[in-house]
């Protein structure tokens, strides 16, 4: 038997989705996910598929909770709201490859990360410290944190 297609989702835990949508639409360039065709906002969508309305929360599904590539190449990214904060660095986080690689002069890529990582500061993110390896290894990247803690690299 054919395996069926799979699609690769991210889910992100947060206690504020909007801020995280906010954010995330400007960082990776993404647009926020339209209601699917036929319903005029997230909610109608729940409440046409049976979610009950006690789990449609307080206005979760009015605006969108989620983010998508405009070009349709990268994964659909979900904000789920959850009740607990972020205690621990993620086991998993995002690598925003904007430098070009080991083939552009490492000047040439501190020069683009750096510009990147000044306008994600501008949009709320904050620097955690640069990784910059002396002797010749030639890597230069930034670790950051989302407006909500969550730890991400731009390399």
């Known amino acids: 038997m054919d395996a069926p297609e799979m699609t690769l989702q991210l889910t992100v835990d947060c206690a504020e989705p909007q801020r995280l949508v906010a954010f995330w639409t400007e960082a990776l360039r993404y647009v926020p996910e339209p209601p699917p065709e036929g319903h005029a906002s997230w909610n109608a969508y729940w409440r046409a598929v049976g979610v009950p309305e006690e789990e449609l929360g307080d206005g979760a ?14 994964p659909r990214v979900w904000f789920q ?7 621990v660095k993620n086991r998993l986080h995002l690598d925003l490859k904007i430098g070009g690689g080991r083939t552009v002069p490492l000047a040439v890529r501190r020069e683009r990360v750096d510009a990147e990582v000044a306008r994600l500061t501008a949009l709320g993110a904050s620097v955690l410290y640069t ?10 990247a930034v670790v950051l944190q989302d407006p909500e803690g969550n730890e991400f690299c731009v390399v």
């Open 81 to 87: 709201r959850v009740p607990e904060p972020k205690t």
């Open 131 to 140: 990784m910059d390896e002396p002797d010749g290894m030639d890597h230069y």
């Open 61 to 74: 599904g009015v605006l969108p909770e989620s983010i998508v590539d405009p070009r349709g190449t990268g």
